[in-house]
């Protein structure tokens, strides 16, 4: 199975560990996690060459999770890590803010399923790479 | 304190309310609760509330009461282990549980026209709480039957967060 490290934002304690314990479920993955509170707790542990996928709540105190996602939109070298939304947030305006302006890949309402999660992530952990599979060929060794 | 006239259809709000927090908790505990009707404040059992404001065209408060029986049995279906009552987790649960009912509502309320922004919930427990509101606030509380419970969710014109607060200190 791919390995990959998951940055998962959100104030309550249970539901990160509710998102961890489900990503644990739906196989997509196997999955290392780092754990945020905030959105500026987020900003200081996200690496880019560290953090393959992220999941972050909405709303957050010190820093909401959409303030997080244009943060890190903002740098052009972090347009390729997925960043899913798993929020309580369910009208049409927040989730079209998050995927439209803000730049979120993904947007998954709480509460949900691990079938939640395989339907509207699977695609997107398809395409990350795998962090288990050594990088080939000079460039890409060069490059990792 | 002043009650609203219990009668729903005149309150879309209310409505919007009582359809969400069904619909919530039917997730939740696989089959929806059933609504026991308008009730008078109950504050002296060992309960946690979760308090959470809307803000839009009117700023207005809910207010989550879970009996503690019923905050157990609601915390072991939600996070799919044991919570004690007397543990932050357990207020982690009753806020997060606040979270999903209000967007729900303010889905609910996108859907009938009436634009509100959520805040973040506000958890109080312990037994013969008193949360004390500024006199002529207006305040509905709707109870909730479930295989889990009871529990009633009070409808607060206004911001009831200070409430919260007031009775921690």
Known sequence: ?144 | MSVMEPILEEHPQLICVRDAVMSTFAMFLGAAPAYTGILQADESREQIVSILSLVGERTWSLMLHLPRATAEALALKFAGFEIPFDSADMGDVAGELMNVVAGSVTAHLEAAGIKAEMGLPTVVSGSDLRLPLPEGLNRVQMGFHSDDGPFSMAVTEGDARHVARRSES
Not at chain 1, 32 to 42: K, N, T
Not at chain 1, 57 to 85: E, Q
Not at chain 1, 115 to 140: A, C, H, M, Y
């Open chain 1, 1 to 144: 199975m791919k390995k990959l490290t998951a940055l998962v934002i959100d104030d309550s304690r249970i539901m990160r560990t509710m998102v961890m314990n489900s990503l644990g479920k739906a196989e997509l993955a196997e999955f290392e996690f780092i754990e945020a509170e905030d959105g500026l707790d987020a900003l200081e542990k996200f690496d880019p060459k560290a953090v393959d996928i992220i999941f972050a709540d909405w709303n957050m105190p010190r820093m909401n999770g959409i303030d997080f996602v244009r943060k890190v939109r903002a740098n052009k070298k972090n347009l390729h890590i997925p960043i899913i939304m798993v929020t309580s947030e369910q009208t049409v305006g927040k989730m079209n803010e998050a995927l439209g302006r803000a730049g979120a890949s993904a947007y998954i309402c709480k509460p949900f399923t691990v079938q939640d999660l395989q339907r509207k992530i699977g695609k997107l952990i398809n395409e990350v790479p795998d962090r288990s599979v050594k990088p080939t060929g000079f460039f890409n060794r060069l490059m990792s």
